[in-house]
């Protein structure tokens, strides 16, 4: 439900137009060095309003610590950190709550809640306590920097093209939203981590890759290339005793279990459900099928933000794995 992870656990809660977003972060060793200035340049790289084809909605989204910290150190408690909502526009959700939207989680919600969601923004649905992830990701980057692992992720196709640039500008010309291909690395990892059959490297990162809201697809290494490819030209060819191979096709994971070499996989985003063309829904008031709009701000492309937020759930799922495996210190 709201909670990820066996040793490294996390849990989020919040609502996008609620008082705030926050997470709870249960396992982080004891003596890590933490301040809000950790938080700066990924809280930044997921904003909204920052690039070219982002929602307009603009918050602080500075961390406010309730719990885990003294003297500026990880204390070994849970670490409980809020986000503020200030910028908020509830009415804009008011006014079309009978009708809804198309690629958003308001029917099934309202379904499965009886009415009780909180409908504001998508509540507790919405891509805003992606926030929360990205802050999870940051603890959890600065516990994998001390072993060596790095996450990077990188956009490789938008509405696409390889060039974000025309990619978007096909979005303004159609007045539609796009999607796109991000890619994530992990460098620095060792051999072992991971089991075989539920627990493997690639369930628990797709586990946790599928949270964000705007996810629809994930492949490792070569992915669905691999099915079009002879069984030798996809082996990975092993080149010493490390366990490093001359080709990665494999995406540095076999049997569910690291082998030494890059973990590469990509996800695909789809376009933003919320789009300025017209649709088609139903009305529950009503009971008929009517043209509608989506009103409020949204993203052009979801897909611009997404880089730092799979970094930081890749980073949650590794740091899991090496406490698992004991390399990382319970105490820093």
């Given at each position: 439900m709201n909670s990820l992870g066996q040793l490294f656990r996390i849990h989020i809660f919040g609502e996008s137009?609620?008082?705030?977003?926050?997470?709870?972060?249960?396992?982080?060793?004891?003596?890590?060095?933490?301040?809000?200035?950790?938080?700066t340049e990924d809280i930044e790289r997921?904003?909204?309003?920052?690039?070219?084809?982002?929602?307009?909605?603009?918050?602080d989204d500075l961390p406010i610590f309730k719990s885990g910290l003294f003297n500026g150190k990880t204390t070994g408690a849970p670490i409980t950190i809020l986000f503020e909502n200030n910028n908020t526009r509830s009415g804009d959700y008011e006014k079309q709550r009978a009708v809804p939207r198309p690629g958003h989680a308001d029917f099934t919600a309202h379904v499965k809640y009886g009415g009780h969601e909180d409908f504001r923004g998508g509540g507790h649905f919405s891509g805003r306590l992606t926030v929360?992830?990205?802050?999870?990701?940051?603890?959890?980057k600065k516990l994998l920097a001390t072993t060596g692992i790095t996450t990077v992720a990188k956009i490789t196709e938008i509405g696409g093209e390889a060039?974000?640039?025309?990619?978007?500008?096909?979005?303004?010309?159609?007045?539609?939203?796009?999607?796109?291909?991000?890619?994530?690395?992990?460098?620095?990892?060792?051999?072992?981590?991971?089991?075989?059959?539920?627990?493997?490297v690639e369930s628990l990162i797709s586990h946790a890759a599928f949270a964000i809201p705007a996810v629809r697809g994930i492949e490792f290494g070569t992915g669905f290339a691999a099915a079009r490819m002879f069984g030798v030209e996809h082996n990975d060819p092993i080149a010493d005793a490390s366990g490093k191979t001359t080709t990665n096709h494999a995406g540095?994971?076999?049997g569910g279990i690291t082998n030494g070499n890059d973990l590469v996989y990509r996800v695909a985003i789809k376009p933003t459900s919320s789009t300025p063309k017209e649709q088609?829904?139903?009305?529950?008031?009503?009971?008929?099928?009517?043209p509608f709009s989506v009103k409020g701000r949204h993203d052009l492309c979801i897909a611009?933000?997404?880089p730092v937020i799979l970094e930081a759930v890749t980073a949650i799922i590794l740091t899991d794995l090496m406490l698992l495996e004991q390399r990382i210190k319970r105490i820093i």
């Open positions: 137009h609620g008082e705030s977003a926050g997470i709870v972060i249960d396992g982080c060793p004891a003596g890590l060095p933490l301040s809000a200035a950790d938080f997921r904003k909204g309003g920052v690039q070219k084809g982002t929602t307009p909605r603009k918050e929360c992830l990205v802050a999870a990701g940051v603890i959890a060039d974000p640039e025309k990619g978007l500008d096909k979005a303004i010309e159609a007045k539609d939203s796009v999607g796109g291909i991000v890619e994530c690395t992990a460098t620095g990892l060792p051999v072992g981590l991971g089991e075989h059959f539920f627990d493997s540095g994971v076999v088609l829904s139903w009305n529950r008031e009503t009971n008929q099928v009517e611009l933000r997404v």
